[in-house]
Every structure is written in structure tokens, then in C-alpha cells.
């Protein structure tokens, strides 16, 4: 019942950027948290990135000072601008939302590419 769409992935030369938007429809009770996931081929899937209710904040050690999470409230949109791209940051990104029940739910994966 729950869907999450996203966009914004694609190829990128080190040191570009991209947006990453997420935008969650269908019957939740509320939204605690959202948030993004990477896996990269052969990683364990990690947090990148998510924002609570309250909007406090958590970042992985790895991307701070160059991504940014951000929300529009009324719309369950949560976004994710990406700077100072780097090769490792090459992965399949996950869009993840908390309810305040605690349900997880999950989007289908935007590749990100980060290469000359």
C-alpha cells in the first residue's frame, strides 16, 4: 500500500553532483524518520543519510561535508544532494521511511555511478 518513488540517479564524473528525491505515497500512519541506504557489489547496505520528525540529522562519517538530506514535510518528499562525488560512492541507493508504528518501508533502488 505503500510506495516510495525515486529519482535523480544516474552517471556522474568525480567531483559532480546530483539530487536524489523521494517522495512517499499511500496509507502511513506517520513518518518517524527518512532516510537513504547504499549498497555497493559486494558491501553491506549502510546508512547515508536520514532525517527525523524533529529534524535532527545523522550522516555516515563518509559522505559528511558533502551530502546534504533535506525534507518537504507536506509532501513526504525527502531529498539527498550529493557534492564532491567520488568514485566509492558508486552504489544502488535506497530511499527509506520509518513510521511512527515501526514500519519500515522501502524504495526499488536508484544506481548512482560516480566515473571518468
Known amino acids: 500500500q505503500v510506495q516510495l518513488v525515486e529519482s535523480g540517479g544516474g552517471l556522474v564524473q568525480p567531483g559532480g553532483s546530483l539530487r536524489l528525491s523521494c517522495a512517499a505515497s499511500g496509507s502511513i500512519f506517520n513518518i518517524y524518520a527518512m532516510g537513504w541506504y547504499r549498497q555497493a557489489p559486494g558491501k553491506q547496505r549502510e546508512l547515508v543519510a536520514r532525517?527525523?520528525?524533529?529534524?535532527?540529522?545523522n550522516y555516515a562519517d563518509s559522505v559528511k561535508g558533502r551530502f546534504t538530506i533535506s525534507r518537504d514535510n507536506a509532501k513526504n518528499t525527502v531529498f539527498l544532494q550529493m557534492n564532491s562525488l567520488k568514485p566509492e560512492d558508486t552504489a544502488v541507493y535506497y530511499c527509506n521511511v520509518l513510521s511512527g508504528t515501526g514500519n519500515n518501508y522501502w524504495g526499488q533502488g536508484t544506481q548512482v555511478t560516480v566515473s571518468s
Open positions: 532525517i527525523f520528525k524533529d529534524g535532527r540529522t
